[in-house]
T-cell receptor, first 111, second 115 residues
Framework: SQQGEEDPQALSIQEGENATMNCSYK?????LQWYRQNSGRGLVHLIL?????REKHSGRLRVTLDTSKKSSSLLITASRAADTASYFC???????????FGKGTRLSVIA | EPEVTQTPSHQVTQMGQEVILRCVPI?????FYWYRQILGQKVEFLVS????????KSEIFDDQFSVERPDGSNFTLKIRSTKLEDSAMYFC?????????????FGEGSRLTVL
């Protein structure tokens, strides 16, 4: 399975600290995406990184991709209480296959 | 901003009953998906739909499930005879015609409770 697996399962930090979440996957990918889900809500796309990219930034988000290790990390800098949510990585391989989600990391940011 | 809308937001049904979950994808999108999420668990792929036919489906998407795009705007998921284990959040998603490589836009989900 190419399913991404996030690590840690849960993370609790103080407001203002940085949060780092990791994702590992098993097969070659076309791209890797990170999504956010507030409790009981739909998933919201955060950022997409292609297999030929190593790092991408979007506001307070920084994503890295290491295809040799089949891993990615999502860094949220200067976290806020509103960042409290579950974060999922999702992988798309080079065939016409659907996006496959990991189990997610539950982030709690304490004010 | 365009969005994916889903109805109903919550449906309670008796085991064995048929359920239809409805979705209106973003209007210029060409790829449509259903995912489900059992409470507190991972988001699982059910089916993808392109050019008026199923392009991929998972093992979960058995003969009890079907999808339809009846009128060019709605995208429906039907569960013919619900089971207790079908209780979950069902998410519809769509993506643009730029190829199946971009981001998915998700609706807020339909919570299905089977009693």
């Amino acid at each position: 399975s190419q399913q991404g697996e996030e690590d840690p399962q849960a993370l609790s930090i103080q407001e203002g600290e940085n949060a780092t979440m990791n994702c590992s996957y098993k097969t070659s990918i076309n791209n890797l995406q990170w999504y956010r889900q507030n409790s009981g809500r739909g998933l919201v796309h955060l950022i997409l990184i292609r297999s030929n990219e190593r790092e991408k930034h979007s506001g307070r988000l920084r994503v890295t991709l290491d295809t040799s290790k089949k891993s990615s990390s999502l860094l949220i800098t200067a976290s806020r209480a509103a960042d409290t949510a579950s974060y999922f990585c999702a992988t798309l391989n080079s065939g016409n296959t659907p996006l496959v989600f990991g189990k997610g990391t539950r982030l709690s940011v304490i004010a | 901003e365009p969005e994916v809308t889903q109805t109903p937001s919550h449906q309670v049904t008796q085991m064995g009953q048929e359920v239809i979950l409805r979705c209106v994808p973003i209007s210029n999108h060409l790829y449509f998906y259903w995912y489900r999420q059992i409470l507190g668990q991972k988001v699982e792929f059910l089916v993808s739909f392109y050019n008026n036919e199923i392009s991929e489906k998972s093992e979960i998407f058995d003969d009890q499930f079907s999808v339809e795009r009846p009128d060019g705007s709605n995208f429906t998921l039907k569960i013919r005879s619900t089971k207790l284990e079908d209780s979950a959040m069902y998410f519809c998603a769509s993506s643009s015609g730029q190829g199946n490589t971009g981001e998915l836009f998700f609706g807020e989900g339909s919570r299905l409770t089977v009693l």
